[in-house]
């Protein structure tokens, strides 16, 4: 049976899955809806953006702007020297002004299994990009849970550091050259990798066999950004992974590629689908993004990660999350600094 025909039975198998599949994405759904209380927080909104003037044409589709360059993409800027005591945050710090509000502002995912994703029996968001923040908050106030999370959308966790809705964004972000110009970045605290999910006993070996055929990532990531360089293949954005893990399910796209973190979180919420066995075709270090204006907290959640390294906190937040996914863990990304104000 060649691809094409093996690709429409697969397809067919999906839609066929209807009830399961449908509970599946509703549960997904469900898990991500914001609601009062304690932790829970309604979805934050980016505002529209206004209309093109129309004394200012469109650039021409053809016209591509050079990437723009900002040295070492995993550079990010020294500790002073060691972090204060929690609860004795430097007066004029933003640090301090976090201890004064009582809370650490956080954008998350709580659709991202393994990553950050609410649990449906606790109500609580949790995963190894939340490890992350919980060692931010006890560096600030000595109790891992002085955190307000605020649901985010792949594509709002730039525009919730520019505006300043939020201290901090851990939510599976790639440090890139462009982002670079917009907020900073911690230091690296994962290396992920590109990779694609799709059906179950689908020939597909790698994302070249899905040429003429519908492959889901999320608006503003970089995944789908290099899923449009493929040549043949039809690109579908969708708001999150789970939004494309719904799509799939449906029949409505045939794979959805991704980091190997968030694909290994979607295949253990679908037991038809599966991650390919081929090598990563991209290198995604994540960083927790931060604005431009706090340059101290920079250096402060830096002071937190290269301590998560050094006691052993990172490789229990691995073990935690990751490790049945991924299998053992690494060694932390080591820390590179060198960026200058």
Not at 45 to 64: D, G, V, Y
Not at 78 to 85: E, K, V
Not at 130 to 143: C, H, P, W
Not at 151 to 169: E, F, K, Y
Request: with cysteine.
């Amino acid at each position: 049976m060649n691809q094409q025909r093996m690709l429409q039975t697969n397809t067919t198998r999906l839609r066929r899955r209807g009830a399961l599949g449908g509970a599946i994405a509703t549960l997904a759904l469900l898990v991500t809806a914001g609601c009062s209380g304690t932790g829970v927080y309604e979805t934050t909104q980016i505002p529209t953006p206004p209309a093109p003037s129309a004394a200012a044409p469109a650039p021409s589709p053809t016209s591509t702007a050079p990437p723009p360059a900002c040295g070492n993409r995993l550079a990010s800027f020294a500790p002073d020297g060691p972090n204060p005591a929690p609860n004795a945050m430097p007066a004029g710090s933003y640090m301090a002004e976090i201890q004064k509000r009582g809370r650490l502002i956080a954008g998350v995912s709580a659709d991202t299994f393994l990553l950050g994703s609410r649990n449906p029996l606790t109500g609580q968001i949790e995963g190894f990009d939340i490890e992350m923040l919980k060692a931010v908050s006890k560096a600030i106030f000595g109790d891992p849970n002085k955190i307000e999370f605020r649901v985010i959308t792949t594509a709002q966790r730039l525009p919730v550091l520019v505006d300043g809705s939020v201290d901090i964004v851990a939510r599976a972000m790639t440090m890139n050259c462009t982002r670079w110009e917009q907020i900073d970045f911690s230091t690296q605290y994962y290396l992920a990798g590109q990779k694609v999910l799709v059906a179950k006993g689908s020939p597909v070996k790698a994302m070249e066999d899905l040429k003429d055929k519908k492959v889901c990532a999320p608006n503003g990531s970089t995944s789908l950004v290099k899923l449009k360089t493929f040549p043949g293949l039809i690109p579908v954005g969708s708001d999150t992974h789970t939004g494309c893990l719904v799509l799939f399910q449906q029949g409505k796209v045939d794979a959805i590629t991704g980091d190997d973190t968030i694909l290994a979180g979607l295949a253990a919420q679908d037991p038809y689908a599966l991650v390919i066995k081929a090598p990563a075709f991209t290198e995604e270090p994540y960083g927790l993004g931060i604005s431009k204006e706090h340059l101290d907290f920079v250096k402060f959640v830096n002071g937190v990660l290269a301590q998560m390294r050094s006691d052993g906190q990172w490789t229990t937040a691995y073990n935690t999350w990751l490790k049945a996914a991924l299998g053992p863990a690494p060694a932390p990304p080591a820390a590179v600094y060198g960026r200058l104000p």
